[in-house]
């Protein structure tokens, strides 16, 4: 009798409260959370203690689970707890057609009727793919990034999915870390506001629009960190590097209402994230008061055994509830030992509250109360997904990301009358263009550098030579390509081409799945044969273009001395190759500048700008007893902020508004910039402060700001920044963020090493 009328009121409470919410309620978001919030703890005092446990279990299932036919004892067994209310979110199922039988199973099985949550890695795109973030940041451009996740958003939201684990926004100084390639570079300024950009996209003003979908800041925290960049490996940071360089664009994201939290794999300072009472209790919950929901990555909860931090995966699964992880996704530790847990431990019933709590307003907030089935909509699908404004975007998203690196005597853009040969492993691919965590895109349905060429300059202008092969390498996980390292067979056939053509298009670098994660590389020069193709070929041509497309930074010294032009394309994407076409061309005018350090050999690494001094700098040449290499200088290749255009800019009269300012006052910083080449051009005008001296020893060097201009030739601007409180401000040693008096000096320019420079004070 009892369990009836629960589930009558249930119905009741639930159903007729969110379709009776007056228009004012459902615009003011803050109040109907309160609202809400009253008649979540109604809810949960109806539920039993395995039906709140299965709303923090995540599992991974597929098309199997869209029907009761499972086909052994272990799918069958997800099948009865996703229908029994034992399943509260499930990951890796998309489309319409499936979301709407899997999520009917759930509304006319389940006692509860409690929706379900579709989520998915929708990291760059979700059927049109967009390029990399890491290539993305290049731009600069937070609109266009918030524009390319609010794309990545609607394809994903009318495929049947609310959720998405994105934005990665950890900060990363090693490159050699193949995951690089998720986030933002090096920089925890840039990377806050990049976080900011993409949760605005994806999340949209309101999340009960069924073309947004939640998103999820993640790792939190270090995990950009991780020891000589392998995967999931240990992260040893201080507490000052954590606080000014890995903290502030996950709290730039909670400031900006993402939905989610993901832990990270690692652990920090001996104590793994995912059970991190400081991360999650004193600063994501108690410092911030940030409400949502905390999801751990895949496994990590059970991998705290491995850690050899807790014994068993009953305490592992107590440690993470008492720390503040909400979500257990594919550990099944909460599953299988809340339950017993709670029995021997009663007091553990509070933790376990206040997640299934989260979880429940997440599912308000998305409208699936309202309606389960609202995401689900296969005209929606059909009619969003792949659209051509979405494709448009995606050209313009690899156009804007793309890097000059280097262009000697001007040999870009080509001029349409000139013979070209296309040679390299990747001339010809349409895969490597759509880069790893692809989302549900075809594979090799991009468009490849070739087919671009072909277009821009008429295919019988262009002739192609492979040089060197690509083959299955020996994992064959989504079968993954290398670059052969053995085959030279194609060498004479691409140095035949090279002597023919007026100029020689090499596309080089890695393919799809060399970086992302489980993707570290120990060795970050171009992979396989291709320097020895390169060089070859530079022997018979000198007028070689050099197009990279790789996820992360590479060392390329002989190249950057030789190549007389570079262009850093990065994994651009479905519309990749005719965007780098554009740009060889010359219809679009290159403008992305750098956001992580390329270094000269993978000695250097960790290689940022944002370093700081030590007590026993470079005092001049002939020195020995300094902080240095005594083979390669403390400089990167290429610094970060750093990238050419077509066209030039002066930089000139830079002024500041006064030489003294109180903690109340601005600071106003002007400059003049002069478009002195013969091409209009976009340039990313760069402010930087350096603190002299502070109670914890600062950067060098530390972004603050940064703006885009477009001048034609000839023309000029003056760009105007207002520094404040914050941009001079630190955490210090107690975490408490603070300003400290004292001399500060401002440089602003078009790259970090590059910059006219002033000084000012800052009083009591």
């Known amino acids: 009798m009892k369990t009836t009328i629960g589930i009558t009121f249930f119905c009741v409470l639930c159903f007729s409260f969110f379709s009776s919410c007056s228009p004012n309620e459902k615009e003011n978001s803050n109040a109907s959370d309160s609202q809400f919030t009253l008649k979540i703890d109604s809810i949960v005092s109806l539920m039993t203690l395995k039906e709140k446990i299965g709303q923090l279990n995540q599992y991974s299932i597929g098309q199997e689970m869209t029907g009761p036919n499972q086909t052994n004892e272990y799918s069958k067994k997800r099948y009865n707890q996703l229908i029994n209310g034992q399943v509260g979110s499930v990951l890796n199922l998309t489309g319409a057609e499936n979301t709407i039988l899997v999520q009917k199973q759930v509304m006319e099985n389940s006692r509860l009727k409690i929706p379900l949550l579709f989520a998915y890695d929708v990291i760059h795109g979700y059927k049109t793919i967009f390029p990399i973030p890491l290539a993305e940041s290049c731009s600069w451009d937070l609109l266009l990034m918030e524009s390319t996740a609010r794309a990545a958003a609607q394809e994903a939201a009318a495929s049947g999915l609310h959720w998405t684990f994105a934005p990665m926004v950890d900060v990363s100084r090693d490159p050699r870390w193949g995951r690089v390639m998720e986030g933002a570079g090096e920089d925890p300024y840039l990377g806050a506001q990049i976080a900011a950009a993409r949760i605005r996209g994806f999340q949209g003003d309101n999340l009960k629009d069924t073309l947004t979908i939640a998103a999820c800041a993640k790792h939190f925290a270090g995990y950009g960190f991780v020891e000589s960049g392998k995967d999931y490996n240990t992260v040893n940071i201080g507490q000052n590097t954590l606080m000014n360089v890995v903290i502030p664009p996950f709290e730039m994201a909670a400031k900006t209402n993402v939905a989610t939290f993901m832990n990270a794999f690692n652990d920090l300072d001996g104590i793994p994230a995912t059970a991190n009472q400081f991360l999650l209790n004193e600063l994501l919950s108690k410092t911030w008061n940030y409400k949502g929901a905390v999801v751990s990555d895949w496994g990590s909860i059970r991998e705290m055994v491995n850690h050899r931090y807790t014994p068993n995966l009953k305490n592992a699964a107590k440690q993470a509830i008492l720390s503040g992880t909400d979500i257990d996704m594919e550990s099944q530790a909460y599953i299988n030992w809340l339950e017993q847990i709670a029995d021997e431990e009663p007091s553990i019933i509070k933790n376990i509250d206040k997640a299934v709590k989260k979880v429940l307003l997440l599912k308000y907030k998305l409208g699936l109360f309202d309606d389960p089935y609202k995401y689900s909509n296969e005209n929606r699908e059909k009619n969003t997904v792949e659209s051509p404004a979405i494709q448009a975007l995606a050209k313009q998203a690899a156009l804007k990301s793309m890097v000059l690196l280097k262009n000697e005597n001007s040999l870009l853009p080509i001029p349409l009358n000139k013979k070209i040969g296309l040679i390299g492993p990747l001339a010809d691919d349409s895969d490597a263009p759509i880069g790893n965590w ?162 000269k050999n993978v000695g250097q690494i960790p290689i940022y700008y944002n370093k700081k001094n030590t007590g026993r700098p470079s005092s001049g040449p002939n020195q020995v007893f300094y902080t240095h290499h005594t083979d390669v200088d403390n400089e990167p290749l290429y610094h970060f902020g750093y990238g050419l255009s077509y066209t030039t800019f002066k930089y000139s009269k830079l002024r500041i508004s006064k030489k003294e300012l109180r903690l109340s006052d601005t600071l106003s910083v002007s400059i003049e910039i002069t478009n002195t080449g013969k091409y209009k051009g976009k340039e990313v005008v760069q402010l930087y402060i350096t603190d002299e001296f502070a109670s914890v020893t600062p950067p060098l060097l530390a972004l603050k700001d940064f703006v885009s201009v477009e001048l034609n030739p000839g023309e000029k601007a003056e760009v105007t920044f207002d520094v404040s409180r914050e941009h001079l401000s630190f955490y210090n040693q107690q975490n408490k963020w603070i300003t400290e008096p004292g001399s500060f000096e401002v440089s602003v320019g078009g790259s970090s090493n590059d910059c006219l420079k002033t000084n000012f004070t800052l009083l009591n």
């Not at 671009?452 to 492979?466: I, K, M, P, R, Y």
Request: charged share 20%; hydrophobic share 45%.
């Open 438 to 599: 692809r989302a549900r895109a075809n594979a090799n349905s991009a468009i490849s550098l070739l087919d671009g060429l072909n277009q821009a300059f008429g295919a019988s202008n262009v002739a192609f030579e492979q040089g060197c092969k690509l083959s299955i390498g020996e994992n064959n996980f989504h079968e993954e390509l290398k670059i052969n390292e053995s085959d030279t067979s194609g060498f004479m056939d691409a140095i035949d081409l090279a002597k023919r053509c007026d100029i020689v298009v090499m596309a080089l670098g890695e393919t799809a799945y060399m970086s992302g994660e489980g993707r570290s590389r120990s060795k970050i020069g171009l992979p396989g044969l291709q320097l020895k193709l390169l060089k070859e070929v530079f022997k018979v041509n000198k007028n070689v273009v050099l197009v990279l497309m790789n996820g992360r930074p590479l060392t390329i010294p002989w190249e950057a001395q030789n190549i007389p032009a570079i262009l850093e394309a990065w994994h651009g994407g479905s519309k990749a190759g005719a965007a780098i076409a554009d740009i060889l061309v010359g219809n679009y005018n290159p403008s992305g500048k750098l956001t992580m350090s390329f270094p």
